[in-house]
């Protein structure tokens, strides 16, 4: 199903806007609420973050490794901003770190993967 991804983007931060960091909404709740999967909401909300508006950039992340929940929130503090940024920064930091793994991956010139 093609969506209108500008309505979309709408949407997903008219919702975000009601929720603050104390009561962040989930992925889950906006893709029940927009009937959409959760890769999309999570391209959507890349995209709001890069928005040229910078009022739609405020759209932070919360993680709590104890409980396994979090979601999405309006940033409105310098805290809740530098928190945001260090969950993308150690987010991006695995992810590297996982590329750099699977680039010692080695094959022979046959194609086979060469186990050592």
Do not use: C, W
Not at 28 to 33: D, I, K, Q, S, W
Not at 43 to 67: A, F, K, M, Q, Y
Not at 88 to 115: P, W, Y
């Amino acid at each position: 199903m093609k969506h209108d991804v500008d309505a979309l983007k709408t949407q997903v931060f008219s919702i975000i806007q009601e929720h603050g960091s104390e009561n962040p909404v989930t992925s889950r709740e906006l893709e029940a609420a927009l009937h959409i999967g959760g890769a999309l909401v999570r391209d959507i909300v890349r995209e709001l973050r890069r928005d040229p508006d910078v009022e739609r950039r405020r759209v932070g992340i919360i993680s709590h490794r104890e409980t396994k929940q979090g979601g999405y929130f309006i940033i409105k503090t310098r805290v809740e901003l530098e928190d945001t940024i260090q969950n993308l920064k150690s987010r991006a930091l695995s992810m590297h770190e996982t590329i750099s793994k699977m680039e010692e991956v080695k094959f022979s010139e046959a194609g086979q993967l060469n186990l050592l």
